[in-house]
C-alpha cells in the first residue's frame, strides 16, 4: 500500500513538475509581497513601533487609540472616505455602463470612441494627480478657470476650498471611466444576439429590451466591478498627490484613511499603530464584500 502511495505521489509529481515551475514566481511573489507584509503588519499592529529603536508591546493599545485620544481624527477619515465611496461608487457604475452600451453600437467610427475613452486609463494616477490639479487650479491660470473667467464669472475654488473638494475629486475620477468601459463591453459581447432578435418579434421596444435582457445579463460584470469598486474606493489615497496640507486637504476635507495610514507610516514613523489602522480597514472592506456577497440573489447565474 504504501509503494502504491510513493508511486502515485511521484506520478502526480512528474505530470505536475512544469505547471509548478511555472507558477512558483507568482507563488513566491505573492508569499514575499503580500502574505509576508500582511502577518508582519499585524505583528506590528500589537506594538509601539517607530521603525528603528522602539519596539514596545502594548497589546491592544494602538486599537484602544482609535477610538479614545484619536478618535476624531479617526472617525473623520472615515467619514470622509464612507462618503467618497457611496458616492463615486455607484456614479461610475452606472456611467461607465451607459457609455459602454452607447459605444457597444454599430456606429461609423465607434472604435476610435473607445479608444479615445480608454486612454485615460492608461496614464499612471501619479500623472493624472498632477494633470487635474493644474486644470482645476484654483486661480485663472487653470484651463477650467481661465474658461470660467472667460465667461464673466468668479473663479471656482475646486480643490482649495472645503466646500467643494469633495466633489471636484469625484468629478476628476470620471477621467478614468474607460477602465470599466472595457469590462462592460466583454459582458455586453457575451450576450447572445439570439435574444434580442427574438425579443425584437414578440414587439419589444428598445427600453424594453435594455431592462429585461441588457441589464439582467450584466448583473455578473455589475456585481464584480461593484465588489472592485468598493475595495478601490476605500484605499483611495490619490489626494496626497495634488491636495494641500499632505493630501488632507482644506479643512481634513480629501483627509482618507489610507492617506492617514501612509502619513502616520512614513511622516509620524508610527508603524505599529499605522498598521492597526490597516487591519481595521482590512476588516472593514472584508464586512463590506461580505455583505455584498450575502445580498448578491440579484446576479443572474446561468439557467438554474
Do not use: H
Amino acid at each position: 500500500m504504501k509503494n502504491i502511495m510513493q508511486l502515485n505521489i511521484k506520478k502526480i509529481i512528474k505530470n505536475n513538475i512544469y505547471g509548478w515551475i511555472f507558477v512558483l514566481p507568482l507563488v513566491i511573489g505573492i508569499l514575499m509581497f503580500t502574505l509576508y507584509p500582511m502577518i508582519q503588519s499585524l505583528v506590528y499592529s500589537f506594538y509601539r513601533y517607530d521603525g528603528i529603536l522602539k519596539f514596545e508591546y502594548i497589546g491592544l493599545g494602538n486599537f484602544i487609540t482609535m477610538f479614545t485620544t484619536d478618535f476624531d481624527e479617526f472617525s473623520k477619515v472615515f467619514t470622509n472616505t464612507f462618503l467618497y465611496a457611496l458616492i463615486t461608487v455607484p456614479l461610475n457604475l452606472c456611467l461607465s455602463y451607459l457609455l459602454a452600451v452607447t459605444v457597444n453600437q454599430k456606429i461609423k467610427g465607434v472604435t476610435g470612441f473607445r479608444v479615445i475613452y480608454y486612454l485615460p486609463v492608461v496614464i499612471p494616477g501619479v500623472v493624472s494627480g498632477v494633470i487635474w490639479s493644474q486644470l482645476m487650479a484654483p486661480t485663472s491660470f487653470g484651463l477650467f478657470n481661465s474658461f470660467i473667467v472667460s465667461l464673466g464669472k468668479n473663479e471656482f475654488p475646486f480643490f482649495s476650498s472645503a466646500n467643494t473638494a469633495m466633489f471636484s475629486i469625484i468629478f476628476m475620477n470620471l477621467w478614468s471611466l474607460g477602465g470599466g468601459m472595457v469590462l462592460w463591453l466583454a459582458a455586453l459581447k457575451n450576450i447572445p444576439q439570439g435574444l434580442y432578435e427574438a425579443a425584437k418579434i414578440d414587439g419589444a421596444n428598445v427600453i424594453t429590451r435594455f431592462l429585461r435582457i441588457t441589464i439582467p445579463l450584466s448583473t455578473p460584470m455589475i456585481f464584480y466591478n461593484l465588489v472592485t469598486g468598493i475595495i478601490g474606493a476605500m484605499q483611495t489615497n490619490q489626494t496626497m498627490v495634488f491636495a494641500s496640507d499632505g493630501g488632507k486637504g482644506p479643512e481634513n476635507s480629501l483627509y482618507f484613511i489610507a492617506v492617514k495610514i501612509y502619513i502616520d507610516a512614513f511622516q509620524n514613523s508610527s508603524y505599529g499603530y499605522a498598521s492597526a489602522l490597516a487591519w481595521v480597514l482590512f476588516i472593514i472592506i472584508g464586512i463590506l464584500t461580505f455583505v455584498t456577497f450575502k445580498t448578491s440573489k440579484w446576479v443572474y447565474a446561468g439557467d438554474e
